[in-house]
Each structure stands twice: as C-alpha cells, then as structure tokens.
C-alpha cells in the first residue's frame, strides 16, 4: 500500500519491506509536492547515452596522504603514520588502509592533483564544477544530477533519473542544487534516516534553520494507507498545489499540475519501491558489502559505522532499476581533532566500501555502463595540528575513479613529499565534472536556460580530461 499523508509525508508500499524507503515529502503550504521533486522542465534532447554514475562523496575532506598518495619520505612531523604498500599496478602504491583497493588498482584512476577548491564544505565544485558565487545571483549553477534530470528526463519515467542519497540526517549541507534550473530540477532526495542515522554537530543546528529547504530531505517513510484511497489522496494533493500555485504571485508554480502524473507513475508501478528495499536483496550481496573488521581507531560521533557501506549496495540497485545519476556519502573525513585514529576507522571502511562496488558491478556485467567516482570538497594539511588533526587544505584534493569506460591502473597527477602541492597534471574539478557529463552522452557545450530564459553554457568552464575520454 502506498501513503499520501498530506502536511507531512507520504508513501509506503504493501509488501515492500520495513527498509524499504518509498516516500515523498510535505505537501503542506509551505512545504513543496511531490511533483515539485520530481517535475522537470521542457526536455533539451532525448536520452543519447547509456552510461549513468554514481558519486560517492567524502564527506569532509578526505587526507590524501593517508589513502592514495603515500609519502613515506616526508619530515617525520607531517608524515602519515599509514605506510605504502604495493598494488596490482606496478609502481602505484596506496597506504596500508587501502588493501582492497589495491588489489584492484587495474581497475581504478587516481586522481592525486585535484585544484579548484575553495575549502568549504558546501562542495559546490564537486557538485557542479564551479565555484559557489558564479551567477549566485540566478540561484548558481546547477549540479551535474539536476541538469541530467533537466535534459535526459522524460515525465513518463517510473524512477527518477537522479536519486541524492547524500547523508542519513535532516542537514544535507554538501548535496545537489538545482540552481538557476529551479525546484523543477530538484533532486529526488529520500529520507535515511531511519537507518543510516547521523547525528547532527550541535552547530549545525543552527546551521540547517538558516540554510532552510534547500537543504532538506524531503521524503521519509510511513506505512499505513490502502492503495485503494491514493486517488483521493491524489486529488487532495492537486487541491492543496494549487492553493499553493494560487498563492505564489512570483508564477514559480504555474506548470506544476502536469508533473502529477509523474509523481503518480513512480510511486505506483513500483520500481522504484523495489530497487529501495534492501531487504529483498541476496544476503551473500549484502554480505559481500558489509566488512568483518577488527576494532581499530576511533569512531568519531558523527561518524558511520560498517553498515553504512549498504548505500553503496542501495546505489547499485537504484542503477540497475535504470536511475542515471546517484549520489551518496560516507562521513566523517573533517578531521580536525585526532587525525590517525579516526583514519583507522574510515580509511578501511571506505577501503572495503570501494571495492566492494566495483567488484559487485563488475560481476554483473555494469561496470562498464557505470560510472563511479569518490571525492571530497578539498583535502586535508600536511601538518598536524595541536589536536593532533589535519586541517582544509583546498590546495590538493584526491579522488578515485572506475567504470564506464575510464582506463584502469592509472594515476593522474603527482604532489611534492608533503602531499601538500601538485607538481604534476593539475586536473580542475570542472574538467572532471566536464568529462562526466561528455561519457553521459551529454555535450558540455549545450545551451541551457535558467528560468529567466537566458541561455548558458552547460560548462564554460572547464575541458574533458584526455586521458578519461
């Protein structure tokens, strides 16, 4: 059966297990609809490629030197205490945290000279690829998820073509904006909460009060309406739209009432449902995912623990259900205090994480329609702090890449003995995001509009990255 629950959240699907996570959000006057989530506006082109991708963020900023760039002759005072080890590329080494990723290194990119940060959480470049004031005063550039949804989406679709899995919390200050593209071009963002629970730093509190809507999760689970009352509850949606519509002198709302039935498609023919639950998944699957490590370092209290490696597993099959873009994060990489022993806690998970995803894709023949990419919004000092962290560095960021074509056992890029400056191949985030969007069958160069009608370059900024293409 499926909810509607209007003024707070709606959907549940009759035999689609407690973990299954079929919702969608406020319908209250002042909250947005489900249509607002997923509504798209005038298709600029029709599906040209086949590959989709999936984007795993580090939250915070993860230490390069302490994952994929070992620098094992560095002062003794900024050395990171993980030495180097071997890989099954020769001559690529990782740190002793990366023991699983190194064994598929033949696999991976590695992307050790990333610039272009500007040392704030907010991860726009990573996003985007574009700084967070560029043309801020339209709403900014959109991320990369919301333009597929804006260009690839089709109203008749059954899954969202973008599903943001960012963080198991109410606060998802680093996820995709629509911007200048407008809420029609919103990500379809599920609420986790109820199993991947985060807890929320007592200053962000604050923090989400003053970013407002924008960065809220918008659905969650609840489990009790018959199917048979979802026309009615339909209905009543489409009232309370158009109260809202009535209201909304500014004409944001004007053409809302077409995406209705969208939102009426996804949540009745059930596919999205079924790629949600977990719970039907294979449980050698979902043992595959889940790590059997020894208690090491120090969990962090807003870090994850083992089972947040399952969104990685929930995002393979959002992509198997014919999702194109995903995005999800594993927390907490701002190391500011205790920099080592909160690395031996997420380094190895993140480690495990990683290939388990590219190994689990590559057994089912989707690794090479299948993207995938993990970075963070900047990097992390060669120095060490008084607290014995490693603090921003957006001087140098990393990030690991397979999948959908991308050559394996390459390394991209070279920092000094510090891991603190790139002396090789600097790769801006805006050609990474560039090159994704050329394997997604997009052209970088499109025109699109912001909802003024002006045109825009997709990405004036930025060129492919060769060696990916």
Avoid at 96 to 110: G, H, N, R, S, W
Avoid at 388 to 416: C, E
Wanted: neutral net charge.
């Amino acid at each position: 059966m499926i909810r509607f629950n209007v003024g707070q959240a709606f959907a549940n699907c009759s035999g689609v297990s407690r973990r299954s996570f079929l919702t969608a959000g406020s319908a209250g006057i002042a909250g947005l609809s489900l249509p607002a989530i997923l509504a798209q506006e005038a298709l600029a082109g029709t599906r040209t490629g086949k590959k989709s991708l999936i984007v795993i963020h580090l939250d915070g900023g993860p230490p390069q030197m302490d994952l994929i760039d070992p620098k094992p002759f560095a002062p003794s005072e900024l050395r990171s205490p993980f030495g180097p080890i071997s890989t099954s590329v020769p001559g690529v080494q990782l740190t002793e945290l990366m023991p699983q990723c190194a064994k598929i290194a033949d696999k991976l990119v590695f992307l050790r000279s990333l610039v272009g940060s500007d040392g704030k959480h907010h991860a726009f470049q990573c996003q985007s690829g574009y700084g967070e004031k560029v043309l801020k005063s339209l709403g900014g550039r959109p991320a990369l998820g919301c333009v597929v949804k804006h260009l690839l989406g089709k109203p008749d679709d059954e899954v969202p073509n973008f599903i943001d899995l960012m963080q198991g919390r109410p606060l998802v200050r680093n996820s995709a904006r629509p911007g200048f593209l407008g809420i029609s071009c919103k990500p379809f963002r599920p609420d986790i909460s109820d199993i991947w629970k985060r807890e929320l730093e007592t200053g962000m509190k604050g923090e989400l009060k003053r970013l407002g809507n924008d960065h809220k999760t918008e659905l969650s689970l609840i489990h009790d309406l018959p199917v048979n009352r979802l026309d009615d509850r339909l209905e009543l949606l489409k009232s309370v739209d158009r109260f809202k519509r009535d209201l909304d002198i500014s004409g944001s709302m004007d053409a809302m009432d077409q995406f209705h039935q969208q939102a009426y498609k996804v949540l009745t023919s059930g596919a999205f449902a079924r790629a949600m639950d977990i719970g039907a998944e294979d449980s050698a699957v979902v043992e595959h995912y889940t790590p059997q490590l020894a208690s090491s370092g120090t969990k962090f209290y807003t870090s994850e623990g083992p089972d947040s490696l399952l969104k990685f597993m929930l995002a393979r099959r959002l992509i198997e259900a014919g999702v194109r873009v995903v995005s999800v994060s594993l927390s907490d990489f701002d190391t500011h205090s205790d920099n080592n022993n909160r690395m031996r806690h997420l380094g190895p998970l993140f480690d495990h994480g990683f290939h388990a995803l590219i190994t689990d894709l590559e057994s089912r023949g989707m690794l090479d329609d299948t993207m995938v990419l993990a970075w963070g919004e900047f990097g992390r000092t060669p120095k060490v702090n008084e607290k014995g962290g490693r603090d921003h560095w957006p001087s140098v960021s990393m990030g690991l890449m397979a999948g959908g074509g991308v050559p394996g056992g390459l390394v991209l890029g070279a920092t000094d003995r510090e891991a603190g400056k790139v002396t090789e191949r600097p790769v801006p985030f805006c050609d990474v995001i560039t090159t994704l969007y050329r394997k997604l069958g997009i052209n970088p160069q499109s025109i699109i509009h912001d909802q003024t009608g002006r045109p825009h370059v997709l990405m004036s900024e930025g060129d492919s990255v060769p060696e990916l293409v």
